[in-house]
């Protein structure tokens, strides 16, 4: 099923099931979908739908720094609540072995060895890992594979 109409069954089941959360999460998906389709009169592909998805997933958990300052621990709760059902509708996150050896692999194709070569290098890695890892986590171990 593709995504937009998986997002629009989710959405009329968490309605009729009376899930607050999960109905306001997928309608501003689907808010953040239309809008992108009307600013660029585009109908949008699955891997564009997934990206807006992983742009929410990423402004949700920055949220939670910023909640976590501010002592809002209903905030916080709310907010990993959101992202937990918005990770449903991405590929499966790749774990962090996954994500070394891709780092590896890449390191070794690039030729990188220095933090001189992070913008290359990270250019090479997150289309592959685009959608299934956060660019924080990919950097990070970017970080402890070049001086």
Do not use: C, W
Not at 34 to 60: F, H, N
Not at 76 to 92: A, G, H, Q, S, W
Not at 114 to 141: C, H, S, Y
């Amino acid at each position: 099923m593709p995504l937009k109409e998986k997002l629009m069954a989710d959405l009329k089941e968490a309605m009729k099931s009376k899930n607050k959360v999960k109905k306001d999460t997928i309608t501003m998906v689907r808010a953040a979908i239309k809008q992108r389709e009307v600013d660029e009169r585009v109908e949008l592909t699955e891997s564009e739908i997934v990206d807006i998805i992983a742009k929410q997933v990423k402004q949700k958990r920055d949220s939670i720094t910023d909640f976590e300052k501010g002592n809002r621990q209903d905030l916080i709760d709310l907010t990993n609540e959101e992202i937990k059902i918005l990770l449903e509708y991405l590929p499966p996150q790749l774990s962090d072995e996954e994500l070394t050896s891709i780092v590896k692999e890449a390191i070794e194709e690039t030729g990188a060895q220095t933090k001189k070569d992070l913008g290359k290098l990270m250019a090479f890695i997150m289309p592959k890992v685009k959608g299934r890892a956060d660019g924080k986590d990919v950097n990070k171990i970017v970080a402890k594979y070049i001086k």
